[in-house]
């Protein structure tokens, strides 16, 4: 790591965005509330804000004017488990963990989490919706939340309408447990919203500060939406004229080129309609200038599969590369935004910054204690949200990958570095190297590696570097099923 210091922000702050911690409505600000929205398989460009003329969301468009854009926010890893057990625990999701299976990493026992230094701050915990990151023995509950609804060892839900195991096994590993009080046929995402405003009703009658985190089932599979919603959008995507999506080849398989999937356009547009009400009522509560609010995806969009495995895929990440399961910018470049109280106007941050950054964050902006003890990978962004005269030290930002699926999302195994503009893909197993500047090709479409061999060796010995300090696993090679197999488009050497 570089001691070089880069600026706090990109572009102008105007005044009232940082929050005091004067009195509002009777509340301490010192200690604001949080409301955290983690939606799952969302892609950076899965929203109208980005660019989408398809996808609609309205809301959290309003909330960007309010807030603290990151245009290079990343996800410690392009799948669920381990990004969000960085998300949670703070942590690097490349760090050695006794017991673990390739790439994932549980919260056990001895995990410090999110939850655990605001409860004992004083705040209220509540979880609802996907937790996916323990095996049963530790849960939400065990780690910091005072009320868990549905956070369980599920990762997806076999239905988007209640009952929401209808069509499950008797596993209950793959079961939701805890919404069985949704209505008959009602949306996963609307009870979901339903119950975090039934939450944030109650919770504003407190003299007490809350944390809340609502992490969404959608707009991970199954693709499910209501009807009159999906008809809407057929419509609309004959109006654009979008025609028959040409897909591209990609690593081991195809990706689409295309936002044209109705019913998965929907499903973003139910997560936006639930980010509205929340909204609603923090506002009709008076706790909507005493909040922080934060929205961000665990990975990219599903829009890649491989050659052998033939999947309803959702979305487009264009103009970014690939989605989920790959480390190119379309795999873990995610939506990522923060609102402080009392912000106004939106300030559009360029500075790179990771999942893993938002508990040492969260806890700074709330004046809440972390121990000493807890092992924290992350950051604090608050000198950038503060537009503070303090600095961040540039950093390098790693990941890695010693599990792939080349036959189902198209990926192999890899370590990556983004070191200022700079980012290198080392697919270690194949013998292959990838440099890009992502200032400038964003896409990662244009390798530099021979025009830039020093830029290349500096930017490998810093992998290898990290990889020692981090204890890295490295893939088994006889566990991997076509690992060395290269792909038809990316034959390069090291």
């Known amino acids: 790591m570089t001691n070089k210091l880069i600026n706090t922000a990109v572009g102008t702050i ?12 009777g509340k301490d600000t010192s200690h604001p509330n949080i409301l955290m929205l983690i939606v799952d398989d969302w892609g950076a460009y899965d929203l109208s804000l980005t660019g989408s003329k398809l996808y609609e969301t309205k809301n959290i468009d309003l909330l960007a004017q309010e807030s603290a854009v990151f245009t290079q926010g990343y996800a410690a890893y392009p799948r669920s488990v381990p990004s969000r057990y960085s998300l949670i625990t703070g942590r690097h999701c490349a760090r050695s963990q006794t017991g673990a299976k390739t790439d994932d990493r549980k919260v056990n026992a001895d995990s410090y989490c999110m939850a655990i230094p605001f409860k004992q701050a004083g705040y209220q915990t509540f979880i609802i919706g996907k937790w996916h990151v323990s095996d049963g023995d530790t849960m939400p509950e065990d780690k910091g939340f005072d009320i868990n609804i549905g956070a369980g060892k599920a990762g997806s839900t076999n239905s988007h309408f209640a009952p929401f195991n209808k069509r ?7 079961q939701i447990h805890g919404m069985d009080d949704a209505l008959p046929g009602e949306y996963l995402t609307d009870y979901m919203s339903r119950k975090t405003v039934e939450y944030l009703k109650k919770a504003s009658t407190s003299d007490k500060p809350f944390l809340a985190v609502c992490s969404f089932y959608a707009v991970h599979t199954p693709i499910e939406a209501k009807e009159e919603m999906t008809e809407r959008y057929r419509s609309k995507i004959k109006r654009l004229e979008l025609g028959l999506d040409p897909m591209k080849e990609e690593e081991a398989g195809v990706a689409k080129t295309q936002q044209d999937n ?12 639930s980010v509205g009400k929340m909204l609603q009522v923090l506002k009709e509560t008076e706790e909507y200038d005493n909040t ?13 599969c491989g050659q052998k495995h033939k999947r309803e895929l959702a979305t487009s990440n264009l103009p970014l590369k690939a989605g989920k399961g790959h480390l190119y910018e379309g795999g873990i470049r995610i939506p990522y935004m923060i609102r402080l109280p009392k912000q106004k106007r939106r300030l559009n941050i360029e500075t790179p910054v990771v999942n893993y950054d938002l508990l040492p964050t969260l806890a700074d902006l709330c004046n809440v204690p972390v121990s000493p003890n807890a092992e924290i990978d992350g950051i604090s962004l608050k000198p950038l949200l503060m537009n503070t005269n303090e600095h961040i030290h540039e950093r390098d930002l790693f ?13 192999y195994v890899a370590t990556a570095i983004r070191s200022g503009r700079y980012k290198l893909i080392d697919f270690y197993m194949q013998n292959r190297i990838e440099l890009y500047d992502i200032q400038k090709d964003p896409g990662e479409t244009c390798n530099l590696v021979s025009q830039k061999p020093a830029l290349t060796k500096e930017l490998m010995l810093k992998i290898k570097e990290w990889r020692k300090q981090t204890g890295v696993t490295m893939a088994n090679p006889e566990r991997m099923n076509h690992g060395n197999n290269k792909s038809k488009n990316n034959k390069k050497n090291r």
């Open 262 to 273: 109705p019913k998965y356009a929907a499903m973003i547009e139910s997560v936006d309609e």
């Open 14 to 25: 105007i005044a009232g965005t940082a929050f005091s911690t004067t009195s509002v409505y």
């Open 292 to 304: 922080i609010i934060v929205l961000v995806s665990d990975h990219g969009g599903l829009s890649n």
């Open 168 to 174: 499950i096994s008797s596993n209950p590993d793959k």
């Open 399 to 411: 990941w890695h990958k010693t599990s792939q699926r080349p036959s189902s999302t198209g990926d």
